[in-house]
C-alpha cells in the first residue's frame, strides 16, 4: 500500500509494529524522503486487510495487491524466452497467451 500520511501517524505505525498490535501483519515500512510517500508492506490475511483499511483512513493512498511468484509458478515457454539474449515484439503476445493460460495475468 502506498499512503500519503504524517509523521506522527508513520511513527504510530512504527511503534505499533514494534508492541504488537500490528506484529506479524505489517512486514515492512518505507519511507520516501523525496516524495513523502510511505509503502506499508502488509501479510495477505483477513487481519492485513484490517490493518490496511485502517492505515488509509489515516491518510489518502492506493492499495495494491502483489502475488508473490516462484520459479515453478512460471510457464516454461515463458522461462525459455527469459533465456534469450534480445527482447522480440513478437515475445510479447506468446508471453501473454501463456500467463493467460496460467492464470498469472488478470484482465
Same mark, same amino acid.
Given at each position: 500500500?502506498?499512503?500519503?500520511?504524517?509523521?506522527?501517524?508513520?511513527?504510530?505505525?512504527?511503534?505499533?509494529? /514494534? &508492541?504488537?498490535?500490528?506484529?506479524? @501483519?505489517?512486514?515492512?515500512? +518505507?519511507? !520516501? #524522503?523525496?516524495?513523502?510517500?510511505?509503502?506499508?508492506?502488509?501479510?495477505?490475511?483477513?487481519?492485513?486487510?484490517?490493518?490496511?483499511?485502517?492505515?488509509?483512513?489515516?491518510?489518502?493512498? /492506493? &492499495?495494491?495487491?502483489?502475488?508473490? @511468484?516462484?520459479?515453478?509458478? +512460471?510457464? !516454461? #515457454?515463458?522461462?525459455?524466452?527469459?533465456?534469450?539474449?534480445?527482447?522480440?515484439?513478437?515475445?510479447?503476445?506468446?508471453?501473454?497467451?501463456?500467463?493467460?493460460?496460467?492464470?498469472?495475468?488478470?484482465?
Amino acid at each position: 500500500m502506498e499512503v500519503n500520511i504524517p509523521k506522527y501517524i508513520y511513527q504510530r505505525i512504527l511503534l505499533r509494529k /514494534k &508492541l504488537g498490535a500490528y506484529r506479524g @501483519v505489517v512486514e515492512d515500512i +518505507v519511507k !520516501s #524522503r523525496k516524495s513523502g510517500i510511505t509503502r506499508v508492506f502488509i501479510k495477505y490475511c483477513p487481519k492485513g486487510w484490517w490493518v490496511a483499511l485502517k492505515i488509509l483512513r489515516e491518510g489518502s493512498g /492506493k &492499495l495494491y495487491i502483489l502475488e508473490e @511468484v516462484s520459479y515453478m509458478d +512460471v510457464p !516454461s #515457454r515463458v522461462m525459455e524466452l527469459s533465456m534469450k539474449r534480445r527482447w522480440k515484439p513478437e515475445y510479447e503476445e506468446i508471453i501473454e497467451r501463456e500467463l493467460k493460460k496460467w492464470g498469472l495475468k488478470y484482465e
